[in-house]
Structure formats: C-alpha cells, structure tokens
C-alpha cells in the first residue's frame, strides 16, 4: 500500500517570521491521525532553517523541502544552493523541474536528470515535476510528451534509485489558475506515468511510487482527485500558504 503525500510548494511566498508563523500553525494542528500522510513543507531556501527548527521542536513528521537544487557539490555558481546544503539543513526532499523553472529559468530535462542524480547520491527523495502546457494537451499528443519527460528525468537511474523518486504531475494550464484537471483527466496521465516507471524499473517499483497531482487543488476537489487509483497525493501551491486549507488537505488524504 502506498502512503499519501502532501507536499505544500510555498513558491515565493514568505518571509521567515511568516514562515516561522505558519509552520508553528501546522505543527500546533498536526495529530497522530496526520501520521498517516506523508506532510512535506517546501520552503524558500532562507525560510529553511527556521521553519526545521520549529519542525524539529515540535516533534511531528512533517518533512522539509527545498524547491530546487544545482546538481554540483560547491563551486562558482552564484546564486544556486547545493545538495549538501540543503541536506545539511535538515531537507529531506527537493521539488526538480517545476515547470515554473523549466519555463522562466530554462531548465531543461537534462538538468533536471543531473539533479535528480546528485539527490538520490546523497540519499535524499527528489520530488520530480513534469506537465504539458495548454498547447500541448490540445495537440493531442500530451501523453507522449509528459512520458518523455519522465523517461528523461530519470534516465540512467538503477531500480533502488528510481525507488526513492516521487514524481508529480502538474498540468500547466491548471498551475494557479483554479482551472483543476478533472480526476478523469489526472488519473489517465498519473496512470501512464506509473506504466512508464513499471516499462523503466519494473512493476515492483511503478507499484511502490507516489505519483502526486498539482495543479489547483483545494478542499474542494481534493476528495475526487486523491480517489482515484493512480493519483497519491498533491503537490500544492496556493492551498498550501494557509494553514487551514493545507490542514483540510491533509486531513482528506488521511482519511482517503
Ligand atoms: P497551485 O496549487 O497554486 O495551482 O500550484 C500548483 C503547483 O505548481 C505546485 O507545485
């Protein structure tokens, strides 16, 4: 049986008292109910710090999340942070290839492989984002095109490695704009990403994957997403930045 995750993607959003403010909330609401949930907060990197600090005082499973890495150790790379800072700052996982980084930062699906590489080296879970854009799910072709990128992604990956990934599909068009991809919709592509892992790694890890949905989820559409088969979780922006709406998630997937 696989776990449900929710993973809050906090994008740019807080500074570190407000960051400190709502990652008490969550800590203050979390009971052993939540335990079942796999509860991953990813923060801006200066927000790291502090918020593990008040995750590690308090005691609860939540997990900590960078939103992006570079895939080298150290070096001149001004403005990036490494995986062993972020490891070092209490991370666990890291989102790789958003599609925000992928269309405003130029990531491409090579980088996004090294990254992935450079986490699973250091024995942390990258939290793998892949997705089509309007255009494409109107080409037709979209099932190609999200496939391909997880075949990138995790190209050159053994079984065990490939076993630490969670892969997250977030239809572009549905990032923020409260136009939520039908469950129907996100299970067809969710449910082809889990085929290509089992083609990649076998049926045992396609079997043991998470594969989240992002894209607009909120209390209200969270119960149909997370009943379908393939869909294990979210991964959330906007509903994550209250704590109330991301409790409501967490409470969903805890009773799903
Ligand atoms: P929204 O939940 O705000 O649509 O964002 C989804 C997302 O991009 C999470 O990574």
């Not at 999340?65 to 080298?72: F, K, P, S």
């Not at 980084?101 to 090294?114: A, P, Y």
């Not at 992002?214 to 209390?219: E, F, K, Q, T």
């Amino acid at each position: 049986m696989r776990k449900y995750m929710m993973a809050g993607n906090w994008k740019m959003n807080k500074t570190v008292p407000e960051a400190i403010a709502l990652s008490q909330q969550l800590c203050n609401l979390y009971n052993r109910d939540w335990d079942d949930v796999d509860i991953v907060l990813c923060t801006p990197s200066v927000d790291l710090r502090s918020v593990y600090t008040v995750l590690d005082f308090d005691k609860t499973d939540i997990e900590l999340g960078a939103q992006n890495v570079h895939w080298e150790e150290s070096g001149a790379f001004t403005g990036e942070i490494s995986v062993p800072m972020i490891k070092d700052i209490g991370c666990t996982y890291c989102i790789v290839g958003h599609s925000e980084r992928r269309d405003m930062f130029c990531e491409t699906d090579e980088m996004v492989n090294l990254k992935v590489k450079a986490l699973i080296a250091a024995d942390m879970k990258p939290i793998v984002c892949v997705g089509e854009s309007l255009s494409m799910r109107d080409s037709g072709d979209y099932l190609g095109f999200v496939t391909a990128q997880v075949r990138a992604g995790l190209a050159g990956l053994d079984s065990d490695e490939a076993a630490k990934v969670v892969v997250a599909y977030e239809p572009i068009w549905a990032i923020g704009t409260g136009r939520t991809a039908t469950p129907e919709q996100a299970e067809e592509v969710c449910a082809a990403i889990r085929a290509t892992v089992a083609e990649m790694f076998g049926a045992d890890v396609a079997d043991g994957m998470q594969v989240l949905y992002g894209g607009s989820m909120n209390p209200g559409n969270v119960e149909s997403l997370l009943a379908q088969a393939n869909i294990d979780g979210g991964l959330i922006g906007g509903a994550s930045l209250k704590a109330d709406s991301f409790k409501q998630l967490i409470e969903a997937a805890a009773k799903a």
